[in-house]
C-alpha cells in the first residue's frame, strides 16, 4: 500500500516558523511531482507550492517569499519550510504526489497536519 504521511505541524506564534515533512511509503518504483496544499476554514483547498524530481520548484504568489519547498529523492520525502508564519496561514496543510508503483501512476493525498498560528 503505497501512501503519504505528513508531519510536523503545529501551534505557533505569529513570525515564528515550522517545518513540514511528507513522506511517501510502500512499493514505490518513483516520484514525479510533489506538492503541498493548504485548506482553511470556510475555505477552498489553495496550492502552496509544487516541485518536480528535478528540482523546479512552484509556489503560489502570495507565499514564496516566506515558504520555501524542497524534496530528497532518496527518502521520498518533500518538505516545506514556514517562515514568518501569520494567523492567515493556519490551515490543515496537504501533502501531494504523482507516484509510480507496481500498478501504475496514482495521485495520492496526504491525511493533513494542523497548522495553527496564533499567540
Known amino acids: 500500500q503505497v501512501q503519504l504521511v505528513e508531519s510536523g505541524g503545529g501551534l505557533v506564534q505569529p513570525g515564528g516558523s515550522l517545518r513540514l515533512s511528507c513522506a511517501a511509503s510502500?512499493?514505490?518504483?518513483?516520484?514525479?511531482?510533489m506538492g503541498w496544499y493548504r485548506q482553511a476554514p470556510g475555505k477552498e483547498r489553495e496550492l502552496v507550492a509544487t516541485?518536480?524530481?528535478?528540482?523546479?520548484?512552484n509556489y503560489a504568489d502570495s507565499l514564496k517569499d516566506r515558504f520555501t519547498i524542497s524534496r530528497d529523492n532518496a527518502k521520498n520525502t518533500v518538505y516545506l519550510q514556514m517562515n514568518s508564519l501569520k494567523p492567515e496561514d493556519t490551515a490543515v496543510y496537504f501533502c501531494?504526489?504523482?507516484?509510480?508503483?507496481?500498478?501504475?501512476?496514482?495521485?495520492?493525498w496526504g491525511q493533513g497536519t494542523q497548522v495553527t498560528v496564533s499567540s
Open positions: 510502500g512499493s514505490i518504483f518513483s516520484i514525479a511531482a
Open positions: 501531494n504526489a504523482d507516484v509510480q508503483h507496481r500498478i501504475g501512476w496514482r495521485n495520492l
Open positions: 516541485i518536480t524530481s528535478g528540482g523546479t520548484s
